[in-house]
């Protein structure tokens, strides 16, 4: 159990890794119709995950309140919205293919804020995989490991994408392939850091757990809307993205249901 739990919170930050690697394989960045093809899978993969890991068991978990099972989920995804909006407002980033910072003024580099950008929407990523092992291992919910493993699966699987699609800007600002992978791997390394501390704390959270479910697919949803797919459809060819949105929301619809 313990070996599968470990390779579980890994499984994420392999798929960024295995992404921010690209650049020692791919010369200049990732022509546009591919980014957004990719963007909106990534999207899809978080709205998925955000309904059927996340919100649909948080409710299940719920079902003893009768008709008002559905208030931890919406208090929780409201937190979760409220949560990632303070941050965004308040944490330095910079978003690939701007030149106006958002957040608090800071005098960082431009490479450390495009990091911070993905970091922003890795957060909630960790803290959804964390959130279901804890599930799983409190032993008090109706979750599984498969259905743990099948989010982790997923999330790393939109990650890989994303980390190409940063690093290889990245390249281009630091003028380092080297430089390029470890600012991409690392934008990732909140997602097991995050998910080890919340699977550390689930004797606490047992009770919280159908919040916190929701706060994580609030998190997550926020990213979609305000980033994501903003990115995707930008420009001509939207279309592009709304197919890869659909792909990735097949994707982790399908994992969730046949491995759940």
Not at 18 to 47: H, N, R, S, T, W
Not at 160 to 185: D, I, W
Not at 236 to 243: A, C, D, L
């Amino acid at each position: 159990m313990n070996i599968i739990l470990l390779i579980g919170l890994l499984v994420p930050f392999l798929g960024t890794t295995l992404g921010a690697a690209c650049v020692y394989l791919i010369k200049d960045e990732i022509p546009a119709l591919i980014q957004k093809i990719l963007l909106g899978f990534a999207a899809g993969v978080m709205v998925a995950a955000s309904v059927w890991s996340l919100l649909i068991p948080a409710m299940e978990q719920c079902e003893d309140m009768g008709k008002l099972s559905f208030v931890p989920a919406t208090v929780g995804f409201a937190l979760g919205i409220l949560f990632l909006l303070a941050v965004d407002k308040m944490l330095p980033h910079l978003h690939m293919h701007e030149d106006k910072p958002e957040g608090l003024p800071s005098k960082l580099q431009k490479s450390t804020m495009m990091v911070f950008a993905v970091t922003l929407h890795n957060i909630p990523e960790g803290m959804a995989v964390g959130i279901t092992f804890a599930g799983v291992l409190s032993g008090e919910t109706g979750m599984t490991l498969a259905g743990a493993i099948a989010l982790a699966v997923g999330i790393a699987i939109q990650n890989f994408p994303e980390g190409a699609v940063v690093s290889l800007p990245l390249k281009n600002e630091t003028k380092s392939s080297h430089k390029a992978f470890l600012y991409g791997m690392f934008s990732g390394i909140v997602e097991p850091l995050g998910a080890g501390i919340t699977i550390l704390l689930t004797g606490f959270i047992a009770p919280a757990l159908p919040y916190m479910l929701a706060f994580a697919a609030g998190a997550m949803i926020y990213v979609v809307v305000e980033e994501l797919i903003p990115e995707a459809s930008a420009g001509n060819h939207s279309n592009i993205g709304t197919i890869g949105f659909a792909a990735g929301f097949l994707l982790m619809m399908i994992l969730d249901v046949a491995m759940g």
